[in-house]
């Protein structure tokens, strides 16, 4: 899945964490600053992947799959966060960002050791 697909698969996750089910797409655009027809291409993607529904011009809802998917990319984008922050010292706004610019190319392997790595330093 290329990375400007997997950015919106995250962030309509991340806008359901506060118990919405579903995603309006002007939000979607709102968040990540780009225009809805730019939201309308990666929603076409995305709908052709399973990884979400939506009705015609409506509300975004992830899928089982989509949600899955999600859940492992924004999981990749705390634990970098929080290596990059606790292990090297960036500042958060930094460590979110190049989070964000890595966590896109990290395998699963590599991820779950960086988790295992930071909650060892917690103990």
Do not use: W
């Not at 998917?69 to 634990?79: G, N, R």
Request: proline letters at 2%; hydrophobic letters at 40%.
């Amino acid at each position: 899945m290329k990375e400007s697909i997997e950015n919106y698969l995250e962030n309509i996750y991340m806008l359901t964490l506060n118990g919405e089910k579903s995603v309006r797409s002007v939000d979607l655009a709102h968040k990540l600053g780009v225009t809805r027809p730019s939201v309308f291409g990666a929603i076409s993607v995305l709908k052709e992947g399973g990884f979400i529904e939506q009705e015609s011009y409506g509300d975004i809802v992830l899928t089982d799959k989509g949600a899955e998917k999600a859940k492992e990319i924004y999981a990749k984008h705390l634990a970098l966060t929080e290596f990059l922050m606790t292990t090297l010292g960036l500042p958060k706004e930094i460590a979110e960002t190049d989070a964000c610019k890595i966590e896109h190319d990290l395998s699963e392997e590599t991820a779950k050791k960086l988790l295992e790595f930071i909650h060892a330093q917690k103990k």
